[in-house]
């Protein structure tokens, strides 16, 4: 197999296998901190038993990240050294910064949260609930830094063939990371709060044991999820209009849109021609994509030809066109996956308020299977974000092929990618198991609730 084929598909299977943990993680974080001062503030032992059910899942999440996230860092410098050496300067600092700082702040909390409970008082056992859920989260963001650079590169000088920083301040204000932490972080609440509520609807379910700990967590994990969902739909918006002055062609093969136009039309759906940028068929609502960008219905949007033709010019040579119907696809389905989760929430929060929602077995199916849903979009989405830059590595500075270890054949890295493949391939399995395994588990009285 050609090396180049084979690194980029082991960097994108481990990069999915790793994202598919860190969403819930992020979210979960949160959502059990809000609990946790909960029952800090009211005193109700059905609150801290609520804490204790959905933290032990967060810990087994939380572990698979970790372990897959490790192995991660390894193939900077073993499958793409040349990015490593052109890259490392600015990307080493944000990174350094997230493990230093950032994961031994999470780290060190979430041991002290662990094997704290009646060991420090309650306020401080959810201030330490706080530290772990911000640790997380700032993790987050400085990996986001990192990559925001590659998405939009700033606060740099070229020297010897390698990128330097020149400004940190630049690097970390980059507009790129503006969009895209918050659009994270929201899909991660959206996430967890699936997640919780598709648990709960099993329980209601099963209607076995004490539901109050579940009742609960089905009210605060639909609010949590509307308003995520809903803050991720706003975000998204924002980020697609930046995109389009930032990446344009990255916009342009979302909506398979060939030619530049004025006013731009919203693909519905295209089945186009890739090989000769046209469409066999397509359904196009004329001007809305123009107001998505502009806020009005007017603005020209460019097209693939035109700015493959604009790159050519500006970059030299070659073909600056990313995977179009990989880009289309995977932005429809993220969006898509959206926009469910959005309408079965809504339908959730109304049948909750009309008192029928405990005893609607089909939507409680439907929300159970929904867990899914958040986990499609993360996954379909983190694809869009870097298939759509294609060909850049670092966009305008170095192309993939440029960022490739020379010294690494074709069969060390098909060998590496079917280690890492199977071994993910049995993590993940350990992970969907113990959490499904405690996750059915009912929660348990404590002996004041029982009282």
Same mark, same amino acid.
Do not use: C, H, K, R
């Given at each position: 197999m050609d090396p180049l084929l084979a690194a980029r #598909?082991? !960097?994108?299977? &481990?990069t999915v296998y790793h994202f598919f943990f860190v969403p819930l993680t992020l979210g979960l974080s949160l959502f059990i901190a809000f609990v946790e001062t909960l029952y800090v503030t009211t005193g109700d032992e059905t609150y801290k038993r609520m804490v204790k059910f959905w933290g032990k899942l967060f810990l087994i999440n939380f572990a698979m990240g970790v372990a897959t996230g490790i192995v991660q860092e390894f193939q900077f410098g073993m499958n793409w050294s040349e990015y490593s050496r052109f890259m490392g300067d600015i990307f080493g600092a944000p990174l350094a910064i997230e493990a230093l700082l950032a994961f031994y702040l999470e780290s060190v909390f979430l041991g002290v949260w662990i094997f704290g409970w009646d060991k420090i008082s309650k306020k401080a056992h959810a201030a330490v609930a706080w530290l772990v859920a911000i640790g997380s989260n700032l993790s @987050? !963001?400085?990996i986001l830094v990192a990559n925001s650079f590659m998405q939009e590169p700033l606060g740099y000088a070229i020297r010897n063939g390698r990128a330097e920083m020149q400004d940190f301040f630049a690097l970390v204000t980059n507009p790129h990371v503006w969009v895209q932490f918050p659009h994270v972080i929201t899909g991660a609440m959206a996430t967890a709060a699936c997640f919780v509520v598709g648990i709960s609807a099993y329980h209601f379910l099963r209607r076995k044991g004490d539901l109050e700990p579940f009742r609960r967590s089905m009210r605060i994990g639909i609010v949590y999820g509307l308003t995520a969902v809903v803050l991720v739909m706003l975000i998204g918006h924002g980020q697609a209009q930046h995109m389009v002055k930032s990446q344009p062609m990255k916009m342009a093969a979302a909506e398979a849109l060939w030619e530049s136009e004025n006013p731009a039309a919203m693909s519905i759906l295209t089945i186009g021609n890739e090989k000769e940028l046209r469409d066999?068929? @397509?359904l196009r609502v004329p001007g809305l994509l123009s107001f998505l960008v502009y806020n009005h219905f007017e603005g020209e949007v460019k097209g693939l030809k035109n700015l493959q033709q604009e790159y050519q010019e500006k970059?030299?040579?070659?073909?600056? #066109?990313p995977p179009i @119907? $990989? *880009?289309y696809w995977t932005f429809r389905i993220m969006a898509g996956a959206g926009v &469910? $989760? !959005?309408? #079965? #929430?809504l339908w959730a929060l109304i049948a909750r308020a009309r008192g029928k929602l405990e005893h609607h077995n089909f939507l409680l199916r439907l929300l159970l299977w929904a867990i899914a849903l958040p986990f499609i979009a993360? *996954?379909?989405g983190w694809i869009f974000t870097e298939i759509g830059r294609q060909p850049w590595i670092v966009f305008g500075l170095q192309r993939v092929e440029q960022g490739l270890s020379p010294g690494v054949s074709g069969g060390e890295v098909v060998f590496s990618l079917v280690v890492f493949t199977a071994l993910y391939g049995a993590l993940m399995v350990a992970d969907v198991y113990l959490l499904t395994r405690y996750a059915k588990r009912e929660i348990a009285e404590t002996p004041a609730a029982a009282r």
């Open positions: #598909l082991q !960097f994108g299977i &481990v @987050a !963001f400085w066999i068929w @397509a970059y030299g040579p070659g073909d600056y #066109l @119907a $990989m *880009s &469910v $989760m !959005f309408l #079965l #929430l993360n *996954s379909t």
